[in-house]
């Protein structure tokens, strides 16, 4: 487990942030050289500097940047890098992008390109799931041909339905429709979007379910050797985006957290899978079903609390599989040791209905001691600005109980500082003091309950 991983002496990371400092750790742990991009918004930020070799690739628009795969690729045949880590977002879930690497004679630290093409589109990712024998969310078998078509499958099944893009991601791309007379403005509405943000209109739909957890399966696969890493529950959302993330989920007994973690590894088997992945399913915590959702073809930005209850380093052993190591783990070997939650800080303003505030950071002071990690880029000095997405820190605290957790994360916060910007930390204090959050009766609506609380 110690030795450095023989084809990867040199690693590109392409991307930028938190992520990229995460992943330049497990290249330092694994003996591996760091070399990193950046676009002229990011020249003076912490991975830039803390990498061995640092190259722009263009300007702070991710579209001539973080997003332009030619550009990653160049730098990486530049540098002699052997291999690319897309981190999360960006390139991550680009199936060309993967395949441009391995043309190149790159290594993508991710899955091979047909799985990333087979489970990035949504519907194709449903019927996958279907014929591994993973229950999916009640909807429409394929995708839509129309809005007629949409009113028919929605009819049979029974509103409210929500409408997805096939393409979508990052919380985006879904519509609520509440009853027949909504449904065709809403699918040309959601068709439109769904084509200007993701660049393919195809939709498809579900039943829209309620009182719901949010919970997915970290899954690691060398091609062989499949292993599920227990589960995160994700439910504290708002606008379907993660706020909180906690392993174990309150909400699952045994019986269930085994069926998901088999019925994960099913699926990826049924793809071929290779490296690091998450299936997400929503559960019906009453009656302790569960139905597939999606799968994330790339590391989450949740991953940590996986690694503080599992004691597994997911990005090494992502790193290590990609450089064609056989997993030296069993799934006898994983077991969940205490609990853990994390809190995603955002530059963002709760009042003022959580927009962007960026700005200068005149002073950044992060908690510590027991059972405290802090995953993030910034120091006093940063500049957080508009290009990009606005998380800032990751707060993800360990303990050997959820009380003991949750009274790390509340102390963890309240140590917190940062000055210059707004961010979510005083909202998500709040949120960890909720009693439904206390008493881990949380849902997927449970943080828009709490803010309509706030306003009333
Ligand atoms: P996770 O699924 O790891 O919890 P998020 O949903 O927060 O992560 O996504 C991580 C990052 O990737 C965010 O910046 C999000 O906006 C971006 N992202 C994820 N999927 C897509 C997508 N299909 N299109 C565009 N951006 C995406
Ligand atoms: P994304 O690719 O944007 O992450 P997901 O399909 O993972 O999209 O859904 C994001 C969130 O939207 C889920 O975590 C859940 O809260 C909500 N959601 C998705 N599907 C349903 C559904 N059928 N019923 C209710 N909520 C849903
Ligand atoms: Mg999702």
Known sequence: MSAAPARIRRLLVANRGEIALRIQRACRELGIEVCQVYSEADRDSLPV???????????ARAGESYL??????????ALRADAVHPGYGFLSENAAFAALCERRGLIFVG???????????????RAIALAAGVPVTPGSTGVLASAAQAREVAGALGYPVLLKAVAGG???GMRVVASAGELEPQFDAARREAQAAFGDGTLYLEKYLSGIRHVE???????ETVLHLGERDCSSQR?????VEESPSPGLG??????????AVRLCRQVGYRSAGTVECIVEPAAQRFYFMEMNTRVQVEHPVTECVTGIDIVKQQIRIAAGERLALRQADVRLHGHAIECRINAEDPAAGFAPSPGLLAAVHF???????VDSHVQAGSVIGPHYDSLIAKLVCWGADRDEALARARRALAELRIEGVRTTAPFLARLLDSAEFRRGEVHTRFVETLLEEAAA
């Not at 500097?49 to 300007?59: H, K, M, S, W």
């Not at 045994?254 to 019925?263: F, I, Q, S």
């Open 239 to 243: 606008r379907n985006q993660k706020l």
């Open 49 to 59: 500097r803390l990498a061995d070799q640092a190259v722009c690739i263009g300007p």
């Open 367 to 373: 908690p510590g001691g027991p059972g405290v990690r």
């Open 68 to 77: 332009a795969g030619e550009r990653v690729v160049e730098a990486a045949l």
């Open 111 to 125: 899955p091979p390109p047909a799985a990333i093409a087979a489970m990035g589109d949504k519907a194709s990712a």
């Open 254 to 263: 045994a019986a269930l957290r085994e069926a998901m973690g088999e019925a």
């Open 170 to 172: 990052g919380g985006r």
């Open 217 to 223: 399966i970290q899954i690691l696969s060398d091609g």
